[in-house]
Nanobody
């Protein structure tokens, strides 16, 4: 199976920054897209940012201008640089991967989640 490991979460004050990383390993695959999602208590999981294998990116309106998603294809790693953090950014952040295996089989994998807490 594919192993997905997240890191970089923590607690910061409003206006601070965090950099999340997510690395996939363990199997032979191609990455169609990598993204960051978050889920706050009592709310649905929502897309924060994603990047495709072609390099195109999409951001939630709440993240535009503050967050930047990037990738390192050689390391099968995706990053999320979060600046100017706000209390409403507090959530568990998940790395989501759209992977493709042989015979064009596609499967989504999730990281374990990392807590981001922003205090005012």
């Amino acid at each position: 199976q594919v192993h997905v490991v997240e890191s970089g979460g923590g607690s910061v004050q409003a206006g601070g920054s965090l950099r999340l990383s997510c690395a996939a390993s363990g199997s032979t695959f191609s990455i169609n897209a990598m993204g960051w999602y978050r889920q706050a208590p009592g709310k649905q999981r929502e897309l924060v940012a994603q990047i495709t294998k072609y390099g195109s990116t999409d951001y939630a309106d709440s993240a535009k201008g503050r967050f930047t998603i990037s990738r390192d294809n050689a390391k099968n790693t995706v990053y999320l640089q979060m600046n100017s953090l706000k209390p409403e950014d507090t959530a568990v952040y998940y790395c989501g991967l759209d992977l493709e295996f042989r015979d064009r089989v596609r499967q989504n994998y999730w990281g374990q989640g990392t807590q981001v807490t922003v205090s005012s």
